[in-house]
């Protein structure tokens, strides 16, 4: 299966270094992308007429410490989704640029960028709400970069049988992201004041993206605080991979590839899910358990800590069921897959109709954004192991996918609630698990584990 190597002990190793340094890194996109969702409720004044449909702060605030703005809804819907149409943009041609130049220098500059605008994001909203959209439309072309040229790295740094567990240490920063922010920004608005939370999110996102320049290398070859015996380790399982500067894409074959489109319906499934519950899980928990603000933020982070733990623990599973040869590379993307789409599915449907208890309903919404984490594993790993030298490319393709799925769950949500609120949540929840077993099916027929033909090195496909 693999060459035997004498393996580098793996939490000591800067490997390991790096997938939490990854890690952190997501944790402040999300951070960063998510907490104009939150400090949106006191950055808007309810009392004005334009702002009467929209939830803001339940008591007057310094207007020194809070600035208050006369947004409409429709404004703020923009405002929050504005990010999402800039990571569309640019994700694809990150994703290709990633495989020709630096990564280093990439992530570490788009890392700034956004950075850089969160802490002007205040001072964008004093000029206008137009400004803010469009930096928030430029933050998401840095993030959307971020995400997408990311993926590369683990290439040349990941030992075959440690792909899962660096790949879920590094995106499991995704997860534990929104958490954070739903339980900080709370305490800093209330505090401080909402634009310190900008504030401290891109001071704390440039402080990173200065150490990210200090401590990652493109190569692990080059890198000085690397012991010579993990380099050997490393750099072993990667002598017959050739990165050329530049490459022609294959375009046709990659949209005949039925592997990757398996990987693009299994994308689409987990955003479409996920998406709902990142925005609508407040509304749920309001709408069926009726507690108030602070409860609701505190419930409302709960499974995004468990999605974060279940990330983990998914790609442990992965390498380890790998690593023992219990199965073939192919049925354990399988098995994750199935775990990833069915269970939110099954968890879904509990949801309506075994979740009478404030507890059988807390406890359900967890697993059923929790065990989502393990469609991860298989899907960003996947795309490494059918074409390795487009891999840059591909995981930028199925993140607009992906992105696409999300922008149309979260529109489409809001149309059911709005239409018909009596039984809006059976359709929503429903939904999910059709999409989800739909998924899971192509999946299961179509899905491959190995180099294909037209991501090999010595073609050369043209348009």
């Known amino acids: 299966?693999?060459?035997?190597h004498r393996p580098i002990p793996s939490f000591c190793s800067f490997r390991y270094g790096l997938s939490i340094l990854l890690h952190v890194c997501n944790v402040l996109i999300m951070s960063q992308r998510m907490c104009v969702s939150l400090t949106m409720v006191v950055m808007v004044n309810r009392t004005d007429p334009h702002g009467l449909p929209n939830t803001s702060t339940?008591?007057?605030?310094?207007?020194?410490k809070n600035p208050v703005y006369n947004w409409s809804p429709e404004i703020q819907g923009i405002i929050f989704s504005s990010i999402f149409y800039g990571s569309v943009i640019f994700q694809i041609p990150a994703g290709y640029l990633s495989g020709i130049y630096s990564v280093k220098k990439m992530v570490g500059s788009t890392l700034f960028v956004s950075s850089l605008i969160n802490l002007f994001i205040p001072l964008a909203a004093q000029v206008g709400e137009t400004l803010v959209i469009v930096c928030r439309v430029a933050q998401g072309v840095a993030q959307g970069t971020v995400a997408a040229a990311q993926q590369v790295i683990w290439i040349k740094w990941a030992p075959p049988?440690?792909?899962?567990?660096?790949t879920s240490i590094s995106i499991s920063g995704f997860m534990l992201g929104p958490f954070i922010t739903l339980i900080a920004t709370g305490f800093i608005c209330k505090s401080l004041g909402w634009p310190m939370v900008f504030y401290i999110m891109g001071a704390c996102g440039c402080t990173l993206s200065l150490l990210w320049?200090?401590?990652?290398?493109d190569e692990p070859k080059d890198h000085p605080c690397m012991s010579i015996s993990e380099k050997e380790y490393i750099t072993s399982f990667h002598v017959q991979q050739v990165s050329s500067s530049e490459y022609s894409l294959p375009i046709k074959d990659m949209l005949k590839s039925l592997p990757l489109w398996a990987i693009c319906m299994c994308i689409f499934a987990l955003f479409w899910s996920s998406t709902i519950i990142l925005f609508y899980t407040p509304t749920f928990i309001n709408s069926k358990l009726h507690v108030n603000?602070?409860?609701?933020?505190?419930?409302?982070?709960l499974p995004h800590l468990f999605s974060w733990i279940f990330g983990l623990l998914a790609g442990q599973m992965s390498d380890f069921l790998l690593s023992?040869?219990?199965?073939?590379?192919?049925?354990?993307?399988?098995?994750?897959?199935?775990?990833?789409?069915l269970l939110p599915a099954l968890f879904c449907v509990c949801l309506l109709y075994l979740s009478s208890s404030f507890y059988g309903t807390i406890i359900f919404l967890i697993l059923a954004c929790a065990t989502g984490s393990f469609t991860m594993v298989a899907v960003i790993v996947n795309t490494l192991e059918i074409a390795p030298r487009y891999c840059g490319f591909l995981n930028g393709?199925?993140?607009v996918i992906g992105t696409i799925a999300g922008i149309i769950s979260s529109t489409l949500t809001g149309i059911i609630l709005n239409q018909d609120p009596e039984s809006s949540w059976f359709k929503i929840f429903f939904l999910i698990a059709g999409i989800n077993v739909i998924g899971v099916i192509f999946y299961l027929i179509f899905a491959k584990a190995e180099i294909q033909d037209w991501a090999k090195e010595k073609q050369h496909t043209r348009l």
């Open 324 to 341: 023992r040869n219990i199965f073939s590379i192919l049925n354990i993307r399988k098995l994750f897959i199935m775990l990833g789409l």
């Open 397 to 399: 393709f199925i993140l």
């Open 213 to 217: 320049f200090v401590l990652f290398y």
């Open 293 to 301: 603000i602070n409860e609701n933020g505190l419930l409302s982070a």
């Open 58 to 64: 339940e008591e007057l605030l310094d207007n020194i």
């Open 1 to 4: 299966m693999f060459m035997l």
């Open 161 to 166: 049988l440690e792909r899962g567990r660096l």
